[in-house]
């Protein structure tokens, strides 16, 4: 049996049966979404978390320096000690 195209006359679209439960969804959504969202700030000085800037010399570990210190980052944003991470065992 060959299912019946659009535009043909034994064609059914379900579309027209969803449309009640997406106006209801749409609605309900509607009635719960925030009516203004607060502007973001144009900065935010995130410097407070940051490790210090350490010199590499010649071990070209900018990846493990860079590793430890987001790492350190985020320790020090939970209010946790940083447990200074030896960054060439990172590299």
């Given amino acids: 049996m060959v299912a019946a195209q659009p535009g043909s006359p034994g064609f059914h679209s379900p579309a027209r049966e969803m449309q009640p439960l997406i106006n209801r969804l749409n609605a309900q959504l509607q009635a719960h979404a925030p009516k203004t969202l607060p502007a973001p700030p144009t ?13 590499q ?9 860079a590793a ?5 980052y985020f320790e020090r944003q ?7 991470r030896v960054r060439a065992s990172l590299f």
């Fill in 43 to 55: 900065s935010v000085d995130l410097r407070q978390w940051c490790s210090p800037i350490e010199d």
């Fill in 68 to 72: 430890a210190g987001v790492i350190e």
């Fill in 57 to 65: 010399e010649q071990a070209r570990s900018c990846t493990a320096n």
């Fill in 78 to 84: 939970r209010l946790r000690p940083s447990c200074g």
